[in-house]
């Protein structure tokens, strides 16, 4: 038996080997993407607080006033005052929540807080800490693995 030239299709075993690769990255992409949304909300709502909380600090020191900032974990946002003056509220990103019930904060006209405290934010299995030193008022960042 010979080939001829006009067999020019393919053969069901390459058929079933495309189709299984294509099949197992789908299956990776369908496991991995939520995984990445989870990462990008928590990454957006760890930095805005820190970008907060340092903001507010700066004002304090700037305007020669405190400030403060209430956490409401009932809804996953906080909000941010000057001197009892509502100024905004920011919420959480989707799925991003609080780990702890923090109370609020309050930066003295020096940039000190009155308490040192740490705001947990948790989603899925990853979580990230922002700290707050008690007698200096430093602030980072910690993300926990």
Not at 17 to 41: C, R, S, Y
Not at 53 to 73: G, H
Not at 77 to 99: H, M, P, S, T
Request: one cysteine or more; a positive charge.
């Amino acid at each position: 038996m010979s080939r001829t030239n006009n067999n020019l299709g393919y053969t069901l075993l390459e058929i079933l080997l495309v189709l299984t690769i294509m099949a197992g990255a789908g299956f990776f992409l369908l496991l991995q993407i939520p995984q990445d949304m989870q990462e990008k909300g928590m990454d957006i709502s760890s930095t805005r607080l820190l970008e907060d909380l340092r903001e507010t600090q700066q004002a304090a020191i700037a305007c020669n006033v405190w400030y403060r900032v209430k956490f409401y974990p009932h809804t996953n946002e906080y909000k941010l005052f000057k001197q009892g003056d509502f100024i905004r509220a920011v919420n959480l990103q989707k799925g991003v929540y609080f780990g702890n019930s923090p109370p609020e904060l309050t930066f003295l006209p020096t940039g000190a807080p009155t308490k040192g405290m740490t705001v947990i934010l948790k989603t899925g299995s990853l979580e990230r800490k922002v700290i707050i030193a008690p007698v200096m008022g430093r602030i980072r960042l910690e993300i926990v693995r």
